[in-house]
C-alpha cells in the first residue's frame, strides 16, 4: 500500500467521526456544564443513592441506644429510670421507647387503674396475665406490656417497624395495621401523635419536649399527681 492510499484511508476514517462528534457536541457540552456544577453535592448525591437502597432496621437502631433515659420525662418516670433501662436491656430496646410508653399510660404509677380495666404501670389489661401472677407487680406487669410492644414491632404487618405504628398498636391493637388512619380511634391517633414526637425528642437528646408539655396540659397532669402520691406511699 502506498503513502498516498494510507493518507486518504486516514482522510475518510476522520470524516467519518466528524459528524458523529458535530451531532454530539452541544449534549457533550451540557453534559460536561451539569457535571461541573454538581460537582460540590456531588459526595452527597453519591451517598443518598448508596443509602437508598438500605432498609431502617428500628430495632437495630434502637439496641444501639442503650444508657439512661432523656432528661425531660416526670419524675414518676425518672423514679424507674434503673429499671427502665434493664428491662430495656432485656428486650433490646431503647430506654426511650419503654419511658415513653410508661410516661403516656401511667406517669410511672405501679397502682395505675383505668375505666377499661387497664392495670399498672404499663397498662396491660386483666386478660393478658396469667392467674398467678400479680398484674399491678411493676416487673411481671412491665416485662408483659413488653411483650405486647415487642410483638407490635415485629408484626408482619410492620414490616418496616414502624416505632409509630407500635405504639398504634399498643394503644389499640393490630387492628390499625390494616385500618387507615381515619378509622382509628382518636385515642389511638392521639397515642400517635403523643408517643412519636416524645419519644423522637428522646431519641434526638433533647433536653426538653414540647410535646411532653402538651400532654401534661391535655390531661397527663392528673395522671402525674396520682403517681406521686402512689410512690409516697412506697
Known amino acids: ?77 425518672a423514679h424507674w429510670q434503673d429499671s427502665i433501662v434493664r428491662w430495656a436491656a432485656d428486650y433490646n430496646l431503647d430506654p426511650g421507647l419503654v419511658a415513653t410508653i410508661i410516661q403516656i399510660e401511667s406517669c410511672g404509677d405501679p397502682n395505675a387503674l383505668s375505666p377499661a380495666g387497664a392495670q399498672g404501670l404499663m397498662q396491660v389489661m386483666p386478660q393478658h396475665f396469667a392467674a398467678e401472677q400479680d398484674p399491678l407487680d411493676p416487673e411481671t406487669n412491665v416485662r408483659r ?59 434526638s437528646g433533647a433536653a426538653s419536649s414540647a410535646m411532653l408539655e402538651r400532654w401534661l396540659e391535655a390531661g397527663g397532669q392528673s395522671l402525674c399527681l396520682a403517681a406521686r402520691q402512689s410512690l409516697s406511699r412506697e
Open 1 to 77: 500500500m502506498s503513502d498516498q492510499t494510507r493518507q486518504d484511508d486516514r482522510e475518510r476514517a476522520g470524516g467519518g467521526c466528524r459528524p458523529l462528534l458535530i451531532r454530539f457536541l452541544p449534549a457533550i457540552v451540557v453534559l460536561c456544564a451539569v457535571a461541573w456544577a454538581a460537582a460540590p453535592q456531588l459526595p452527597e448525591f453519591v451517598g443518598r443513592f448508596i443509602r437508598s437502597f438500605d432498609v431502617p432496621d428500628e430495632r437495630h437502631l434502637m439496641r444501639d441506644r442503650a444508657g439512661a433515659i432523656a432528661p425531660f420525662f416526670t419524675p414518676e418516670v
Open 145 to 203: 406490656g413488653l411483650d405486647i410492644l415487642t410483638e407490635c414491632l415485629t408484626s408482619p404487618y410492620n414490616t418496616r417497624q414502624d416505632v409509630g405504628l407500635a405504639f398504634a398498636c399498643y394503644n389499640a391493637g393490630p387492628s390499625v395495621f390494616v385500618t387507615a388512619w381515619d378509622y382509628w380511634p382518636q385515642q389511638a391517633r392521639d397515642y400517635y401523635i403523643w408517643g412519636t414526637n416524645i419519644y423522637n425528642d428522646a431519641v
